[in-house]
């Protein structure tokens, strides 16, 4: 082992040795001329870098005046909103690829030689894209089919997320909660799910009940629902208006009050016509029961 270790030690040195007599021997005007050979290559691919900067700079302010024209036109065109955001992120997808293509193009890649390298690696690309591929062929349909668009307020069913929409983006689409959250929902799952619009149309029925006692006149109680309901400005006259019982339930007779809204009024109506029956039937002397155990003792 001794041995070994000590050939080994002596290789090394007569290594360090024979390069440094290679160094020694060197010529120096050789070793000037090959550094200052490297020179205009470095200064060269710096430019190429710092005009590839410039040119990414200005291709970009270029995209961002062309999705200005872009709006625009669309906008005197009377384009949905929706479909306006949706054309909007594909612009930007195409304009930044195609600048990307150009930087390639400016560091000597062939045009080409990046869409064959593109081709050939296209099943692994669609492979990873998949979902992404699904949500941007999701987005395509509900601008096509139009189930919702920007600012109605929807329900998507299966897994219970609602909101108003804000935004039909190219991949995904946002919602916005009553409470001010953002809620992100791929369009492939929009476009393959039942879901619930409740601003697509202009009006709404709107039914409320209200339990009262079986002690109660229930064709009083008809009448103070019915001059209420009558005197409620935001319900459309023209449609059908109903005061009715409902259920015979367990402790109470139920009634409904039914009318129609505009889509807009269904909820500030709802909150303030339900204060209001409370309010009323207390006035006349209209008892609303609640569950209550009455307990008899036998002697």
Known sequence: ????????????????QEVAEQVKNADPDKIKAYFEGLIPDVV??????????????IGARLIKLLRRLLKRF??????????????????????YFCLIMIIFTWFGFSTASVVALLGSAGLAIGLALQ???????????????????VGDYIREDDNKNEGTVTEIELFYTRLT??????????NGVLANTSLTNFSQQAKRRLDIFVGVSYEADIRRVKEVLTALLEREERRLPEEEMR?????????????????WVA????????????????????ENGIEIPYNQLEVSIKQ
Request: hydrophobic content about 50%; overall charge negative; charged content about 25%.
């Open 1 to 16: 082992m001794y041995f070994a270790a000590g050939t080994d030690l002596k290789s090394d040195v007569d290594t360090i």
């Open 44 to 57: 060269n691919f710096g430019l190429k870098v710092v005009l590839a900067f410039l040119i990414y700079v």
């Open 74 to 95: 669309l906008e005197r065109a009377g384009v949905d909103e929706g479909v306006k955001q949706f054309l909007d992120s594909l612009a930007k997808a195409l304009l």
């Open 131 to 149: 979902g992404s591929l699904s949500n941007f062929a999701g987005g395509v349909l509900i601008l096509v089919i139009k189930p919702f668009k």
């Open 177 to 186: 909660t009553p409470d001010n959250k953002v809620i992100v929902i791929p």
């Open 243 to 259: 005061v009715f019982v409902d259920e015979l339930a367990d402790s109470s007779v139920l009634i409904g009050c039914r009318l």
């Open 263 to 282: 889509t807009a009024d269904y909820w500030p109506v709802k909150w303030q016509l339900t204060e209001k029956i409370k309010e009323t039937l207390d």
